[in-house]
């Protein structure tokens, strides 16, 4: 099957909060990714609200409910008291943990399992308790995925911005997929769901799902946003799912993958 398609809005957010004004909508934009048949939306609170603020969280989860009950709501960040209170308030269907310092301008490692393990399986069961899936984000490093596993935690992350980074070199690319298709099977032995996210394109998006047929979701913020500037968010959303494999999700006005 694949992958779902989560529709991160941050980058969204992030244009809207350069004035003092109400557009760009997360919510509308992210209405017009839902009915073009992306599966979830993704958002990443941060404490300085630089982007997502903490009252687009609500106004997502309500249009969720009321419009799309069949689509997922995923929040990703650092596990603070503040954020799993946010969590907890608003049910996201999946979490997404990541080893994020307040100060960096974006996610760029996956965490230290066996350094934070102790901690990571707290966390994720309290989650768990509350009926939302627990997804970590995660370095292309096989070994570690038996400590990712021991927390109890449903599903990965693969940070996928090194191989993001090699949209010029198509030998570095193949040897980052590879490394990121091992953390894969890795983790599938142990039971965990593999989902991906950082830097994916239309352009790098089919080389990595034929290496990980198995992938569960990719989360895209950045080039999906820049695509939909030129493109426009229908017609971009649909050109993501037909390079994730959705091939009954392209109409014909859809652009190719390779444009």
């Known amino acids: 099957m694949p992958a779902d398609l989560s529709v991160n809005l941050n980058a969204v957010a992030q244009l809207r909060n350069r004035r003092d004004l109400p557009w760009?909508?997360?919510?509308?934009?992210?209405?017009?990714?839902?009915?073009?048949?992306?599966?979830?939306?993704?958002?990443?609170?941060?404490?300085?609200?630089?982007?997502?603020?903490?009252?687009?969280?609500?106004?997502?989860?309500?249009?969720?409910?009321?419009?799309?009950?069949?689509?997922?709501?995923?929040?990703?960040?650092?596990?603070?008291?503040?954020?799993?209170?946010?969590?907890?308030?608003?049910?996201?269907?999946?979490?997404?943990?990541?080893?994020?310092?307040?100060?960096?301008?974006?996610?760029?490692h996956g965490w230290d399992f066996k350094s934070h393990h102790n901690m990571l399986g707290s966390i994720v069961d309290r989650l768990n308790q509350s009926g939302m899936r627990v997804s970590l984000f995660a370095d292309a490093d096989p070994d570690s995925m038996k400590w990712a596993a021991d927390t109890g935690a449903a599903r990965i992350e693969l940070y996928t911005g090194p191989y993001g980074g090699c949209f010029d070199d198509a030998k570095a690319a193949q040897i980052e997929v590879e490394k990121l298709g091992a953390?894969?099977?890795?983790?599938?032995?142990?039971?965990?769901?593999?989902?991906?996210?950082?830097?994916?394109?239309?352009?790098?998006?089919?080389?990595?799902a034929a290496r990980i047929p198995e992938l569960a979701e990719v989360s895209i913020g950045h080039g999906l946003t820049s695509d939909a500037l030129e493109y426009g968010m229908a017609a971009t959303v649909r050109r993501f799912l037909l390079a994730c494999g959705h091939q009954s999700m392209a109409d014909p006005d859809t652009l190719s993958v390779s444009s």
Not at 188 to 203: E, I, M, R, Y
């Open 24 to 108: 760009p909508s997360v919510v509308d934009l992210g209405r017009i990714a839902l009915q073009n048949g992306a599966h979830g939306l993704t958002i990443h609170p941060r404490p300085d609200q630089r982007h997502i603020r903490f009252s687009d969280v609500p106004e997502l989860r309500a249009l969720l409910d009321d419009e799309f009950p069949d689509r997922e709501y995923n929040i990703e960040g650092y596990p603070t008291e503040e954020f799993l209170l946010i969590c907890e308030a608003n049910q996201p269907e999946q979490v997404t943990l990541v080893p994020d310092d307040p100060s960096q301008a974006t996610s760029d």
């Open 183 to 208: 953390t894969a099977d890795a983790a599938h032995k142990l039971g965990l769901g593999v989902n991906a996210g950082h830097d994916l394109t239309v352009q790098n998006l089919p080389a990595l």
